[in-house]
Structures are given as C-alpha cells and as structure tokens.
C-alpha cells in the first residue's frame, strides 16, 4: 500500500530518518517500535504526509484516506460529540464511535477538559470517524488503564479485520505480540529490522533487535 | 454646540446636539470596525493559515498598513469620492458614508494583522490534527477563527479603538458639518480650534466614556459566550 | 425637506468665531434650504470648490478668489464683509508695541528684538495678509524661522493656542479673538491701521463646470448674504457688544 | 517646504527640510514606541499573570484606553507643559520631547492591551509548569515576556503604526514649527490646508515608505533572531 | 508527610474527587492507580496546590518543597539544558541529571522538538533539579521505551532510598508491584482501597481491586 524508498529526515543538525526503505502491504497491523527518539513519530507523520522527508521517495498505491492518532492528541476547543462530529466523514455515526471509545457518559463535556487517557481514547474515536483505509495510531494505549488498554487491543483487532491497515507504534512489547503481523524496529531513525512478528520475537535477526526484546539499553 | 456650556452640562440637560453627535460617531465607528473585521478577519487568518513564496512580505506590508496615516487615507478617499474623482457620481462626499468607508480602510489592517498573529498562534496548535484530517481551505479557516474567537475580540477592540479616537480622516472627507458629518472627534477639534479647552477636554472625558462603556459591553458578552461554551 | 441643502466650503476664522452658528438658522428659517459648512484652510476651500465638491465658496484671499473666478471655476466673486485683523500679543508686552496703531512698525519692532511670534505658515487668508505686512517692513521673517518666528502651519484657533501657551505675538482677525476661549495672558495690542482689514467675498461654483452644482439654492444662498436681510444679520452678530464682521455687500471695490 | 515641488522631487534632491522632517518624525515615534514598550509590556504581562477582583474590570478599561482619542491626550499634555501648567517650568511644550510624552501616553494602553492578550494566551499553556516550579512573580513575568517575544512584535508594530500616523496629538503639544517641531503628519496636515493635495499624498506615500522599511527591518530582525533560538 | 481530610473537587456538573480521605506517609513510594477519568491527576494537582478542592482540609507538615512531572508535560522555548537549569534550585547539576535519564546528547536542542519520551525524561530530571522532598510523578514512564522504563524506575528507587518522597500514578501493574510502598486504588473520583502493596495485590480488600488487578473493566 505504501512503500518508502530510501527516506531521509534531516532538522537543522539532527538526523531523524536515515535512508529508511520499506513496504507497507495490506494484512495484519504493522507494529513500530524502537527506543525513545528513534523515529517512530517522525515515520508515521511523513507516512501521513505531514512532514516532508528531506530526501527519498514515497509511493502510494492510489490514495487512501488516512487518520491518525497523535501521540499527544490536541483536542479542538468543543465538547467531546463535537470533536467527533467535526471529523466525520459520510454518516453520522458519533453516538457509535463514543460508545465504542467508552466516552458516551462524557459526550457533552469540554473535550479538552477530558483526562489523558480519555483523550487520547477521543482521538482514536475521531480517526475512526473519518472511516479510513490507514489509521496510523501512535503509541496508542500509553495512557490508557489496563482494562482499556484491552479494549483497544480489541478495536484496533476488529478495524484489522474488517480491512483498515493499522499502522501503530508502541513500547509495550506484549502489545506489539498481541497485534503485530509484521514488526518494524527503529533505532537512530535507521531501519534496524522489518519481519513477520512471529520471526522477529521468535528468532530476531540483529543483536540490537535481540538486546531490545530483552529490554537492554541499545546504545 | 451651545456656548457657556460645560460638556457635564450638556451631558445633564441631555443636550440633543450632543446626543446627535454621539449617535454619529458611535454608528460611523461601529460600522467601520463591522466591515473592516468581516474583511480582516478572514484575511488575516488567511495568511496565517497559507504558505507562499512571499509569505513575509505580504505579513510585512500588513503590519505596516498598521502605520496608515488617517490624513493620507482621507484624502484619498476624497480624492476618489470629490466630483472630479472616479467615484464622485455616487455623491458621496461630506456624507457619514464617506467617513464610514476611510474608517474601514484604516481598521482593516489593524484587524487583518492583529487576527493574523492570533490565528497563526493557534494554527501552530491545530496544524497537524485539521492537516490530517484533510479539513478543506475554507472550514479550516472558519474552525480557527471560530476557536480564537475570544481572543480576537482583542483585535476588534483594538480597531474599535483605533476607529472612535480618529480624526484626520473623517474630518477630510466628512467635513465636520455641523448635525450632519460632525462627530465626537470632529467637535473635539472645533472646540480645541475655538480655544474653548474645557469644552474640548470634557467632550473627550465622554468620549472616553463611550469607548468604555462598549469595551464593557463587548467584555460582558465575551463572557458570557465563554460561560456558555464552557 | 426634499434634501434642500447646500455645501458651502468656507474658512476656519468664520466657522471658529460662530459667524455661522448665527446666520445659518436665519437663512433656514428664510429658504427652508440647509447650508452645510465645511471650514477649512483658504487654499483647501477654494480646492474643494475648484473639483465641485461645494456649491458655494466663502473665503477671505482676494486675489486668489478672482482667480478662481478668472479660471472658470466660479460664476461670480460678490463681496460679503470684512473683519479686522489685529495683533495679539502678551499682556505685557516686552516689546512695547502697543502704543501705536502702526501694524509695520510693529513688527520691525518685534524682528528688531527677536521676540517671539507665531505665523499660521499655512496659506491662508490671514497668513498671506501677514506676509504682505512683512514685506511692507522690508522683512524676510524666513530668516528667523526656528527662532524667534515659528510657523506652525495650522488654523487661527490653533495658533492662538499655541501664542497662549508660549506667550507670543501673533497676527488673528478679530472674529477668531474674540470668541476664542483660551486667551491667557493674550491681549490685543495693535489695531485699528488700514492695512489690516480683511474682506470675504462668496462665489457660486460654475454649474457649466459641474452640472450637478446646486446653481438655484447656491445663488439663493449668495443673494440672502447681499441681501439686506443677510447684512444685518452679518451686523447683528455680537460677542461682548462688539460686532466681528463688518457687511459691505454694497462696496463694488470691496 | 518648497512650493511646486512634487514629494518625488524632493526625496530625489534630497531636500534637506524633507530630511530633518523624516529624521524628527522618526525619533519621536520610535522613542514613544520603545518608552510605551519599556511600560505596556511588563504591565499588560502583570495583568495577564495575575488574578485579583475587578480583574476584568482592569482589561476593560486597558482596551478601551486602546481608544484615547489623540486630540483629547495632546489637550491634556499641553494644559500640564503649558506655561500656566503645573509643568510649566520643564519649559518642555512645543518640543520634541513634548511630542513623545504625547504619543507615549497614546500608544502605551495600545501596547499594553495587545501584550496582554498575547501573553495570557501563552501562560494558559506554561501556568502549571511555572507555578508548580514555584517560579517568582518577577521571574515567571519575565519568562513569558521572553518566551512571547515573537508574537509580542505585532503589538510593538501596533504601536509603531498608531505612533508614526498620528497627528491629533503631536500638532498640540508640538506645534507643528517649521524646522524644530514638523513631522511628516503634521507636514501632511499643513499640506492638507493649503490645497496642496498632491504634495499632501506624495508626502503621505513617503512617510508609508518609511513605516515598510521600519516594519521590514523589525520582521527581518525577528525572523534571525528565530533562527537562532532555532 | 500530607493528609487529605474529606476532598471533593467538582467542575461544573462534574465530580472529579469525592470526599477522598488519604494520608501520605514518608517511606517508598504511594502509587495511586484507577481507570482513565478516576481521579489520579486531580490528585496529585490538588496535593501540588495547583488545583484548590471544593472542600476538604489538606494538612501538611512543615513546607517540603514539592515538584512534579506532569503527565503531558510543557516543555518552556528554550534548550534541553536550559529547561533543566531554569528550574534548578541550588547548585546547577544540569549536566549530571541529563545524563541520569539519559538526554546529555540532546543538551542544546530546543526542547520543544524532542520526542514524547525524550520531553517525559526532561521532565523528570527538571523536577530532580528542584531538589525536592516529595516528588509527584503522573505516569512518569507512559511514553518510555523498555529500557528506560527499567532506567526510570531505578531512578525513582533511588531517589525514594534517597529520602524523597515518591508519589505517582501509573497504569502499569507491574511497575506498580515492582516500586509501591503503598497503593492507592482511585474510581470515579473516590478511594476504593489503599493500602500497603503487598497485601494490596495479595488480597485486595474490595471487589473492585480485584477486577481491576485482573485488568476488567470497572463499571
Ligand atoms: N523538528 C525537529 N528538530 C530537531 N530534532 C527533532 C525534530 N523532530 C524530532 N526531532 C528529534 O528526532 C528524534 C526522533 O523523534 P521522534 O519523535 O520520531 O521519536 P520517537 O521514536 O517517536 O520517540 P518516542 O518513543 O519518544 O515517541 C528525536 O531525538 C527528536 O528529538
Ligand atoms: N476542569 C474540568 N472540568 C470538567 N471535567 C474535568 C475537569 N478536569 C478533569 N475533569 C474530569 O474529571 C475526571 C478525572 O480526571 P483526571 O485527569 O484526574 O483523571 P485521571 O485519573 O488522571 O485519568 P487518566 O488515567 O486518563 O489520566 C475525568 O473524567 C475528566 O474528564
Ligand atoms: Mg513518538
Ligand atoms: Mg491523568
């Protein structure tokens, strides 16, 4: 659906992408995950188009409707039902969307009064209301209780299946297990690995992917 | 104006003269800063919002057109309106009309830049969300002056400001006629020409007055709009 | 009313001194017509007229009148009055010029000890009376511009001011003065010499020119001033039991 | 200035009147703007960062000082450097420095209003980092005037544009004197009244030349002072 | 160290804490966990004095100095190292507390452009450089990658040995097994238990904390 050929991301004197190539096929989601500052934000925004790599190329195969959910969402300045309104696209389905995010109780409140994890299931809320063929959600359950966390596990399952290809970053191992079909492991903003999950924590093929399962500091 | 009269006696008696010329300034004023918004506003978050080649340049000369002077604005507009000018069929000159249009092309650009710079404050805020949710030119445009609506009254003010305490341009294509094209401002420079101090300065005291009773005005419903949005 | 009204582009010195605050209501009450006044400086007022944008014109420039008239801009120059210029000075007069009615050897006088005066310096009636009044002198006030001799570029009101706040001499016509309300210390020093009368004449903007100039309500405007009716008002308008304009309709030479 | 010159021939020969003109006009409204900035900033930050009764009852009357009508401030600052004035001995009126003292009254409140509004809009975001590090009043004052500096250059150039296109005020307390106290305004004024009209808007065009390179060199300034905070 | 005597916080139609009874001891540290929306940052802002309580008495001993790392925590526009040495108190150990989460590479970047858990390890290390005697922490490691969640939560041991009081929310059971002294459960604004750890994931002493403990959805 998507591939990178050869992505490099400079900002002033820091690199954040170095010459990073990789396809992005239809199926199970695929999982991002690497150190603090390794790129994983940086990908997704330029994979959503709202940055621009400094060089390489990206190519997509038609133009699917892509959402997104940011690491640190920003809620529009409208209750929680506006928020979710404003993004719709086709058929109202706010009440829906709410309930599926567990946010029906708050749907009248100020949105940006929400707490973190509220917010951050409102964004999911929001991407899903624009009924995309790609939903990027990045780190998705950081702020979420366990029992919400499952919940989304289970969203992110079922948009899987219906069709949309998630593409998601996260630094909960047992999560990217859960879900991934196919793992992508960042560090420095190069591409360390990219294998079918079941390979990758099985059987992974580089010392840093290694050191990382096990939770070691790469350097 | 009456002679002899001090502006609180005028103000007491309910002078009609004064009443008149109150209800002048405050419809020229109003009116000036209600177009120069539904055009400044819309322009300013539009530049905040775009990129292009240029893109300071534009930004500059707004902030500029900030510096205006209301003389060369009105005689511009005199120019324009007098019978030998472009516009002078439409008979326009030395009417409220005229004061009405040189006022807003003095507010526009003091409205446009100063809801440039708030808009593209919260631009940097919103950017990314509305950039991938593929909100449209227009809609954007409209959430983000929707969202910094409270802190554009600001602006607004600032142009009302700017609109009530002027004087060069209006007297140059208003004529200071007396009950007819004569304002607050306008008396206050009669006043101050004919040496009469005290007058002038009292006619100021209730412009000011003015000024801050629709500053109180414009606060209060902020407020209250702020209240019912929670 | 059918929109009867008039603009009539005339000088500060009338509108300041409430000349017109005193005849308008008359000539209303008489035609029924509303004359809008707008004051400005001489050179403006005859501009505002020259593009046709006053039906009437009522300044006191003589020369500059007829050449306005001469230019095609104007039907016909009428005289209307004259007032008096006179010079204003501190009540106690540094330079001792009052004793004399002799307005030139006043201002040699003034020039000779550098005291300070202030000039409109804006072209208007009165500006280039006083000029004329130098030249008589044999003077080039330009010389002590920045000095002694300051031209401030504004109306009478605001030289007035400016001669109450700085203590100066200055050149006012009478009319100005004696409705003025912020006198200080000022007091009249020299009058009364012929070289300082100074006559307003009213003109009809030339319809030919400007088709859309209100050529019967102007003349009817012109014809109340001249009228009797219009030169006793114009007599009849007091501050303190002193008239300020003096009505010399009938004086061709005027 | 010379008769039957076009404002075009006289910034090409370089008129010395012209020059001194410009040179005033300049001085005096940028040393209002920067004495109204030295005030307006810490002020409008002060009522941004604090909360107290009749809070809003201060951002009123700070708008609507926004509208102090120049001609009404020029009245006041004349009648206390006036000779009789209480300031009368500072021997200060119908001079530059009276010219400042005007338009820094004038163009403070603006300042102020804008400044406040600007920086309230940045410590909603920083108010619980800043109090929770128990940062002093002082400090955390001038924390968000340094951090809002960028933003605070549209109220400065707000300013700069009400400061170098008035006349109301600098007429009165400055006299408009050929040679010492003239500035393109009151030059534009003194036009005006003569029926000069042309030279009038070739001065006014020379004196928005003027305010462009003024807000060009601001925006330049800012934009290399961005690049280096990075 | 402090007590909350009997705090509700409302907003509007919403209540945020109700009649919430706790006392914080020194010790190791008191891990306040619950769902999303139950209440934990409430908590710790009222405890930090930015939020004032409906009603209720928070009594304190003494004045310790107290510091927080926020859950969406503002960097100020400045460098990495000068954000650090803006809050310092005392003597300027910026160097030596970039290097304890880790960020010594990232010294003079603007902080603004660092990545969500970059700024979450600048905010922490800006809090130690308050020198504080309790330190509040609002799921202090949700954007961390592994490692450093395992190099965050041996600072927080750490600085608990140290004598600093630790107070923190997270929604990671294990991090709360692995660090608390004791355990506060929050829900929908009121204590459902609190509670020394041990007995806490042992034997809880309420249904809820063991349906939350088993990561159910609580109702
Ligand atoms: N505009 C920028 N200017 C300078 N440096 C930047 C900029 N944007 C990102 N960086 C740096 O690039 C690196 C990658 O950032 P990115 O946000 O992609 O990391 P990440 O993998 O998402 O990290 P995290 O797990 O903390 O979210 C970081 O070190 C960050 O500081
Ligand atoms: N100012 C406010 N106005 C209205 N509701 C508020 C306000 N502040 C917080 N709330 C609500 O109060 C509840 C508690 O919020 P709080 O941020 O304390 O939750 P939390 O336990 O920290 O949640 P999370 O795990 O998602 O961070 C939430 O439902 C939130 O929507
Ligand atoms: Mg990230
Ligand atoms: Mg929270």
Request: aromatic share 6%; with cysteine; charged share 20%.
């Amino acid at each position: 659906m998507i591939r990178f050929e050869e992505l490099t991301a400079t900002a002033g004197a820091v690199t954040l992408l170095d010459r990073l190539s990789l396809t992005i096929a239809a199926g199970p989601p695929t999982v991002v995950i690497g150190p603090n500052g390794a790129g994983k934000t940086t990908l997704l925004r330029i994979a959503m188009g709202l940055l621009q790599p400094t060089s390489g190329r990206i190519v997509r195969a038609g133009d699917p409707r892509r959402a997104i959910v940011f690491q640190r969402p920003t809620m529009l300045r409208r209750t929680t039902a506006a928020n979710v309104r404003y993004a719709s696209f086709g058929a109202d389905r706010t009440r829906e969307l709410l309930a599926l995010v567990g946010l029906e109780h708050a749907a009248d409140r100020a949105a940006r009064r929400l707490s973190s994890g509220e917010q951050q299931r409102l964004a999911l809320a929001r991407a899903l209301a624009r009924e995309p063929a790609i939903l990027f959600l990045d780190e998705p359950t950081a702020s979420l209780d366990p029992a919400s966390t499952k919940a989304m596990e289970d969203v992110i399952r079922t948009v899987s299946q219906r069709g949309i290809k998630v593409v998601m970053s996260t630094h909960d191992l047992g999560e990217a297990r859960r879900l991934a079909g196919e793992v992508v492991l960042l560090h420095r903003g190069r591409l360390v690995e990219a294998a079918a999950a079941a390979c990758f924590f099985d059987a992974p093929g580089t010392a840093e992917a290694r050191k990382f399962i096990a939770g070691e500091l790469l350097v | 104006m009456p002679e002899n009269l001090s502006a609180l006696d005028l103000v007491l008696t309910g002078d009609p003269a004064l009443f008149a010329i109150v209800r002048l300034a405050l419809i020229v004023s109003l009116s000036a800063v209600l177009l120069a918004a539904l055009v400044g506003v819309p322009l300013g978050a539009a530049i905040a919002l775009s990129s292009f080649r240029g893109r300071d340049a534009v930004i500059v000369f707004l902030n500029a057109m900030m510096g205006l002077p209301p003389v060369v604005i009105g005689l511009m507009v005199y120019l324009a309106l007098s019978r030998s000018g472009p516009l002078g069929s439409w008979g326009l000159l030395f009417t409220p009309q005229a004061m009405v249009i040189a006022q807003t092309i003095l507010v526009t650009p003091i409205i446009a830049a100063l809801a440039r710079q708030t808009i593209e404050d919260l631009w940097l805020e919103y950017r990314d969300e509305l950039t991938a949710m593929e909100v449209g030119p227009l809609r954007r445009l409209a959430t983000l002056v929707w969202d910094a609506r409270f802190s554009l009254i600001t602006a607004l003010l600032a142009g009302f400001g700017r609109a009530a305490a002027e004087v060069g341009a209006v007297i140059i294509v208003g004529g200071n006629i007396e009950g007819f094209t004569r304002t607050m401002t306008t008396a206050i420079a009669l006043e101050t020409s004919k040496g009469n101090l005290p007058l002038a300065i009292g006619l100021g005291l209730v412009l000011i007055a003015i000024v801050l009773a629709v500053n109180a005005l414009a606060w209060a419903l902020r407020r209250a709009a702020e209240r019912l949005a929670g | 009313a059918q929109d009867k009204s008039i603009v009539v582009a005339s000088t500060t010195s009338t509108q300041d001194s409430g000349l017109f605050g005193h005849l308008l209501p008359r000539f209303k009450a008489r035609t029924g017509i509303d004359a809008k006044v707008v004051a400005l400086g001489t050179g403006q007022a005859l501009d505002t007229g020259r593009r046709g944008d006053a039906d009437v014109v009522f300044v006191h420039a003589r020369s500059e009148e007829e050449k306005f008239v001469a230019g095609g801009f104007g039907v016909k120059r009428y005289p209307v009055m004259y007032n008096d210029l006179v010079l204003i000075g501190p009540r106690s007069d540094p330079g001792r010029v009052g004793k004399s009615k002799d307005i030139v050897e006043a201002l040699r006088v003034l020039k000779a000890r550098t005291l300070p005066f202030i000039s409109r310096g804006d072209r208007s009636g009165t500006h280039l009376a006083e000029l004329k009044l130098w030249k008589e002198a044999g003077i080039e006030p330009a010389a002590g511009k920045g000095g002694w001799y300051k031209s401030i570029g504004q109306g009478m009101g605001a030289a007035l001011n400016t001669a109450s706040a700085a203590e100066a001499y200055v050149l006012a016509d009478r009319g100005t003065w004696l409705s003025f309300r912020n006198k200080g210390d000022l007091a009249i020093l020299v009058q009364g010499d012929k070289r300082l009368f100074n006559q307003y004449g009213v003109i009809l903007v030339n319809p030919v020119k400007h088709p859309h100039v209100k050529k019967a309500q102007g003349q009817q405007f012109i014809d109340w001033l001249i009228s009797p009716e219009g030169q006793g008002a114009i007599a009849g308008y007091k501050i303190d039991g002193q008239p300020l304009f003096f009505p010399n309709a009938d004086d061709p030479n005027a």
